[in-house]
């Protein structure tokens, strides 16, 4: 019955309904103090659930996106009462979320224009309401339950009351860390590449060669498939020095040669509109010789005699030995996705880690090895730490607790709020059509007069 209201994000389909329209004859089947909500709405909706779902239960869903809806708007209005603030640059750069996760699902900035009818520009200014109220109700719905824990007897309890015939089989999970030494390149091989690349941008600009054409020939990654385009955003992660020196072309320059931590690189700005823009690029990776590998493989088997022996604790190897970034930012561990440093096996996309950790006991160290950079595409070294492994089982405390723990603090945050809600709407104008008023999430509701 519960539903963690508005920690959901949109629908994953973007779809560009009546709401992000000018709404002409339109039934409203509710209302919050000054808030509507449009049958067009929850049609919409129900139109982008079947989608995903054919078989879906209609009457049950609408009754689940009027809660939604009804909540959300409740909250907005507690938000303006108790003065919780959002910002404009918050909104802004919500919106440019959206807009760049939006054009990547349709395959490019043109084609989201002409599925959507608008421009980028219009897209923005009709869904900067619904971004604004959804985030100012899920900013209010933090403060209202800021307060809500739960206790381990709490978490027992809960999971007690699962059938135990319905447990599911979770499948087998690791926690990875690595050390990783980068070897340093050879001087003379550095000046090659960035020699080789400064004569690939004369054969561009002096005699005509096709950018597209060389970056397929030469780049040394996997936009060559695509004639080196990108696609970016000012606010995207991108290396910095790669950014701005993009960002300082007119549409056809190309940049001279510069060097970032993946390589020697040269850009070309096809076009641009804003913090939009679409480049080309080619990257030549200075790729280290066998003897720097070697050196750098001698230096992590001693970091490893240290390791095994005691006299270092992995965390502090990290920061004193790895010169990777990225490891050194999560203290060697590895994450997914999500965040979790929890990983299911067949989620790690690196397949010579699969291999060396299946081999591995919990809380043992690796012989160092030679490995692919996925961020930097460079071979480089590295020791891995199995520091705990699961094996397929069915769900039970002793190994599931974190993730049993997440899941009963959830039903319990939206008990919370259903509650919450119930009693707040007495202090609010709210009407609810009569094909709602039945709805299980709504029952409880305080309504004012229904004429």
């Known amino acids: ?233 000012r606010n995207d992660p991108i290396e910095p020095l790669f950014k701005a020196a993009a960002y300082r072309l007119q549409p056809g320059e190309i940049s001279p040669v510069i060097k970032t931590n993946s390589g020697y690189h040269i850009i070309q700005m096809e076009r641009r509109l804003g913090d939009d823009a679409v480049v080309r690029h080619i990257v030549l990776v200075p790729e280290p010789t066998n003897f720097d590998i070697q050196i750098a493989l001698k230096k992590l088997d001693s970091v490893r005699a240290d390791l095994v022996s005691g006299k270092i604790s992995f965390t502090a190897a990290v920061g004193k030995y790895s010169n990777d970034e990225q490891s050194k930012m999560t203290g060697g561990m590895i994450y997914d996705q999500e965040q979790n440093s929890v990983i299911t096996v067949e989620n790690l996309q690196d397949r010579d880690m699969i291999r060396s950790i299946t081999e591995m006991e919990v809380g043992t160290y690796s012989q160092p090895q030679v490995f692919q950079s996925p961020f930097t595409n460079k071979r480089q070294t590295r020791i891995l730490y199995l520091k705990n492994r699961t094996e397929p089982h069915v769900l039970n405390l002793e190994d599931d607790y974190s993730r049993i723990q997440a899941v009963a603090m959830a039903e319990k945050r939206a008990k919370y709020l259903h509650t919450w809600l119930e009693k707040q709407s007495e202090f609010y104008y709210i009407k609810i059509d009569p094909e709602y008023r039945e709805c299980e999430e709504i029952k409880g509701w305080k309504q004012s007069e229904v004429n």
């Open 1 to 233: 019955m519960y539903k963690n209201l508005l920690l959901i994000t949109c629908l994953a389909v973007f779809h560009f309904s009546a709401y992000s329209q000018t709404q002409v004859a339109d039934k409203i089947v509710g209302v919050v103090g000054k808030k509507i909500i449009l049958l067009s709405e929850i049609n919409e909706q129900l139109a982008d659930e079947k989608r995903f779902n054919p078989d879906l239960d209609a009457s049950t869903s609408k009754c689940n996106i009027m809660y939604t809806l009804l909540a959300q708007q409740l909250l907005v209005e507690q938000a303006e009462r108790d003065s919780v603030i959002v910002t404009n640059e918050e909104i802004e750069g919500i919106l440019e979320q959206r807009i760049r996760y939006w054009t990547e699902q349709a395959g490019g900035k043109e084609n989201l224009e002409a599925s959507s009818g608008r421009t980028l520009y219009q897209l923005k200014e009709d869904f900067r309401p619904f971004f604004r109220d959804k985030t100012i109700a899920e900013r209010m719905q933090e403060t209202i339950m800021s307060h809500v824990k739960i206790t381990p007897t709490e978490v027992t309890e809960f999971f007690n009351k699962i059938n135990k015939d319905s447990l599911p089989m979770i499948p087998a999970t690791v926690e990875v860390g690595q050390i990783v030494i980068e070897p340093e390149v050879d001087a003379d091989v550095e000046k090659m590449a960035k020699e080789r690349l400064e004569g690939i941008r004369k054969e561009i600009v002096e005699d005509g060669r096709s950018f597209a054409t060389m970056a397929s020939l030469y780049s040394m990654d996997i936009g060559r498939e695509n004639g080196g385009l990108l696609e970016m955003n």
